[in-house]
């Protein structure tokens, strides 16, 4: 019998604001190196301490939920998630359990070249915990990212394929650096995930029991770990035996899982509503705020460049896995208006530059301006340089400031296309080669390639073959 995979996802991700969820220490995107630095009597939780909500966090929250074609709830509430560890000094997490922010909703991607539209359930915002490092049979607590905002994106078990959850969550990524919601680095803990699956003949539509693995850190384990589990699951159902409700933990050394709990319910973590914070009612403001944040989604203008600007389909996927990247690209185009040779220098010269450097792997780290890369591709345009001197001139504006235009005269490089000149230079080879000028009277075609290569020679490869060519062609059809 054929099973089918039906997966659900957790996604926590890193909320991009400038301090904290509930009070105004530093919100670290990224680790400190010292530890305990950001931290405030309100993060720590200390006794007569009240928490006052970040309005930022919730701006953000609701943009990342316009960005997901998700209903927006004009009031929510927190709620208080209580469990003990010592990475949590006040024994609770403050999340959104019965009125989160932002209601139903869809990321549509790209799924193996078909459109496809993923559901999601809702998004919640909570805070994080701190961090425990274990040395020396001690343990540390940092506590630098407690109380740092978290958004938690829940999807529907709308996922059948591990295919479908990597360009889904490849997606939701961009998403939100592209709305500078969250940086979602998955390397830096930025954006962490759940899966949570169950199998069932393909003939039948409904949920059987279902496990979780938490925590599953990267995009490679997160499809290792869909694999391995349909395997598991597989192999339970067909000896007859049923999956078991159950948290697992996913270890990627070893491509396993292992049981780690059964499933808990809402009662075990004795949730009760959050007395310290008023409920969030969205003002107009903030609303029209996060609205004139939306930007346009990486998958509308995937295919705007496929549409509109007629781009290969790899370069349009290419200028749009990055959001920075894509927009330069439109930067580009606005100068140039030729999106063809915008998109074949950036994505054959100026991309393969980047992967070389050490320095400049980001387009926020090239130290030259965009106006002088437009400059080069007008000038190819004008027919004053040549596609591989073009080249030349990238490389030179990519290792350090200077203008276009004077790499092209400090390295010779201008095509000349004075057609006195040309003329002259075409009239002399014609009469120094008078045999091979015969020969092609005689429908000889091969001797044109030389005739032209002799020009180019005189003009020591400055001037513009294409002009070369119509120049011999002419005379010599004459
Ligand atoms: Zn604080």
Known sequence: MNYEKVIGLEIHMRVKSQTKLFCSCKNAIELESEANVNVCPVCMWFPGMLPAVNMEVIRLGVLAGLMMNCEINKVSRFDRKSYFYPDLPNSFQTTQLYEPIVGAGYVETMVEGKMQRFDIHHMHLENDAGKLSHAGGKTMCDYNRSWSPLMEIVTMPVFHSREEVMEFLKELQKIMRAAWVSDADMEKGQMRCDV?????????????????????????????????????????????????????????????????????????????????????????????????????????????????????????????????????????????NDPKKSCSIMTSVLLALMNESENKKEISQLSFDISQLAKVIELINKDELSSTNSKIVIEELFEQWWNADDIVDAKNLRQKNDMWALESVVDGVLSANPEQVEDYKWWNERVFGFLVGQCMKASKGQWNPKIFNELLKKKMDA
Not at 274 to 292: F, G, H, R
């Open 196 to 336: 949570n699956m169950s199998i069932r003949p393909e003939w039948s539509s409904e949920l059987m029991s279902r496990t979780e693995h938490k925590n599953v850190n990267s995009f490679s384990a997160i499809g290792r770990c869909i694999d391995a589990e349909f395997k598991r699951q597989k192999k339970i159902v067909e000896s007859w035996w049923e999956v078991e409700q159950e948290t697992r933990g996913w270890d990627d050394a070893s491509g396993t899982s292992s049981s780690q709990r059964s499933k808990e319910d809402a009662m075990d973590y004795r949730y009760v509503p959050e007395p310290d914070i008023l409920p969030i009612v969205l003002s107009d403001e903030i609303l029209e705020s996060a609205k004139s944040q939306v930007v346009e989604l990486p998958i509308v203008k995937r295919q705007r460049y496929l549409d509109e600007y007629k781009l290969w389909e790899d370069d349009a996927r290419i200028l749009t896995a990055d959001y920075d990247l894509s927009v330069y690209f439109d930067e580009l185009v606005t100068l140039t």
